[in-house]
C-alpha cells in the first residue's frame, strides 16, 4: 500500500528529477531532492529513510521545507543562530572581579557552574573568560615567609658556601625527614618480565613509623644517611656527631 504523495506538478517532478540525478550538486542536496522524489512516487516516510540510508527526522525536515518552499527550499540550508552573543566588558568585568576578590558561599572556590549561575551567564562564557585572564580558582600555592630578623644574613651565610666556599671547608646539607611510614605488602609481588609489567598487592601491613636523617657532601657528592625510630633533639644531635 502506497502513502499519499504531495501534490506536484509534472514541471515540478522533472526539476526534482533533474536535481536527484545532477552530477555537479551538492550530495546534501541531491538527497533532498531524491527524498522529495520518492515522496512523489507514493512511498512512506519509512521506507524513504531506509532507502536512502538516511533517518525519518531529516526526511520530515525537507518534506516539510519543500511543502513551504518548493525547490528553493532545497538548495539552501536553513539560517543559523550565527555567533555566540559576545558579553559587555561590565559583566566580563564583573565575572573577573568576582572571581579574583570573592568566594561563593558553602565553597572554597569558585566552579564554572556557580559562576555561571551567580553570573547569570552560560558556563562556557564563564569558561572562555576564565581562559582569557588565565584565571585558574582550583589551584592553591603555598608559600612560608621567615620572620627571622636575621633571614638574610643566614642566607647569604648559606648560599656564599656553596657559590664560593673557603679554602679547605668542608659543606655538608643535612636535612631529616620524619613520619616515614615503614610499609609491607601482604605477599610478595612478581617481578617485571617482557609483556608484562610487575606485581604487587593492593593492601599492605604497617611497621610503624621512622625517622629518615640524610646528609649531603657537597664536595663529593656522597650521601651519609641513618633511620632512627624517635624524632628528638637527641636523635638529631647523635646523627650530627656521626657526621663529625
Sequence with gaps: MK???IKYTEEDRAKVLRLARSRNT???VVLRAKIVLKMMEGLKKKDIAEQLGTSRMTVDLWLGRYKKGGIEALLKDAPRSGRVPKLTDEKEKAIVEATL???PDNATHWSVRLMAKAQNVSRMAVHRIW????LKPHRIETFKISKDPNF???????????LNPP??????????KSQIQALDRTQPGLPMRKGYAGTMTHD??????????AALNILNGKI???CMQRHRQEEFLKFLKRIE
Excluded at 581562559?131 to 588565565?134: C, I, L, S
Excluded at 638574610?152 to 656553596?162: A, P
Design 224 to 226: 651519609i644517611s641513618e
Design 152 to 162: 638574610v644574613e643566614k642566607v647569604k651565610d648559606i648560599v656564599g658556601l656553596y
Design 167 to 176: 679554602d679547605k671547608a668542608l659543606v655538608f646539607s643535612v636535612d631529616e
Design 204 to 213: 599492605y601491613k604497617r611497621h610503624g613509623t621512622t625517622t629518615l636523617f
Design 3 to 5: 502513502a499519499k504523495c
Design 26 to 28: 551538492a550530495q546534501k
Design 101 to 103: 576578590h570573592s568566594i
Design 131 to 134: 581562559k582569557k585572564y588565565n
